[in-house]
């Protein structure tokens, strides 16, 4: 099966720091991918589209100059979180696009990366 | 717009208690169904994917069929390490090409 890396796992910063999360697409070149967030007992908000080589496209509500998204290959996206606060703590979870073939495909998700901001 | 509704938000089983999970959905054009099962502070793990009515798909005591109107996925003699979060999602098209719709989940948890 598809295999789609986080990291890291967890991550506890101070308020006011930067904080960059990478989503790897390990057996398969992904040329989108997703990034949610999800709050406890609640299902995965997305927040962006993450297109290789070009704009993320940004859910409505979510701050694109908060939640900075880059995708420079077609195997990797990242995801920094900018002066993060207490409320941005949350659980991170990105997904990769995989074509099966024509009109198919599969997303699969990432581990998930848990920020805690202090 | 699309819609997809899980039921029931949760469900008890005994083990060896067969059951199934609904999904229910609108949308104009389906692309495809998916099912996934979250384990609490982990991602989704990727179960299925339908594409047609009248598909079927088995994994292990997992079997997932789909109607034009609704999916369920079938439990058969459930364990205990069966216990998570069953979500199904499907993929816009247009303009938000594979932008996923999720359900709320069902919520399963099996007793030994």
């Known amino acids: 099966g598809a295999v789609v890396s986080q990291h890291p796992s967890w991550v506890i910063c101070k308020s006011g720091t930067s904080v960059k999360i990478e989503c790897r697409s390990l057996?398969?070149?992904?040329?989108?991918m997703f990034w949610y967030r999800q709050f406890p007992k609640q299902s995965l908000m997305l927040m962006a589209t993450s297109n290789e080589g070009s704009k993320a496209t940004y859910e409505q509500g979510v701050e694109k100059d908060k939640f900075l998204i880059n995708h420079a290959s077609l195997t990797l996206s990242t995801l920094t979180v900018t002066s993060a606060h207490p409320e941005d703590s949350s659980f991170y979870i990105c997904?990769?696009?995989?074509?099966?073939?024509?009109?198919?495909?599969?997303?699969?998700f990432g581990p998930g990366t848990r920020l805690l901001v202090l | 717009e699309d819609q997809v509704t899980q039921s029931p938000e949760a469900l008890r089983l005994q083990e060896g208690e067969s059951s199934s999970l609904n999904c229910s959905y609108t949308v104009s054009g389906l692309r495809g169904l998916f099912w996934y099962r979250q384990d609490p502070g982990k991602g989704p793990e990727f179960l299925f994917t339908l594409y047609s009515a009248g598909e079927e798909k088995e994994k292990e005591r997992l079997k997932a069929t789909l109607t034009k109107k609704e999916s369920f996925l079938h439990i058969t003699a459930p364990k205990p390490e069966d216990s998570a979060t069953y979500l199904c999602?499907?993929?816009?098209?247009?303009?938000?090409?594979?932008?996923?719709?999720f359900g709320q989940g069902t919520i399963l948890t099996v007793h030994p």
């Open positions: 057996d398969f070149q992904a040329t989108t």
């Open positions: 999602a499907i993929p816009a098209g247009g303009t938000s090409y594979g932008k996923l719709t």
């Open positions: 997904s990769a696009r995989r074509g099966e073939a024509a009109f198919k495909e599969t997303q699969y």
